[in-house]
């Protein structure tokens, strides 16, 4: 269950999950949404991209999903779920535990998402530095 934590930091909304017992950061950008946290044990990152677009993912296919941030190309395998998510998002997660892309992440203001299978969009990633340290705050709640 998500319980929001705090108030919104630039369009990011920080929720603590009472299930899992951990927290996640949440940005909605017109037809896009990112959710980026951390594993249970903490030692790997995530990095869940979704569109409302036709992208054409197909619903449990593991594929490649590369995301650009001021030209820094990043991959993540993905396991993808296509229109059954909430508000009939599609799209995927990227496991990582690369400090570059954390950095990039928190640091830069758009990234570029490429789905392997058609389709790039572009997500805001404005006030991200911000969400991330009430994000990690939030953990230690």
Known sequence: MLVRY???????????????????IVRQDGPSAVQMGVTANQEVGYLGVFTKEDIGLQNGKTSDIFVSIDGQLFKGVATSTSGELKGGYSGGYILTDDPKFKRA????????????????FVVDLKGTYKAMAMGRKCLTQ
């Open 105 to 120: 992440v928190a640091k830069r203001y758009k990234m570029t998402v490429f789905p392997e299978t058609k389709g790039a």
């Open 6 to 24: 705090g108030d919104d930091i630039e369009g990011w909304t920080v929720y603590a999950n009472q299930t899992r017992g951990d927290c996640l």
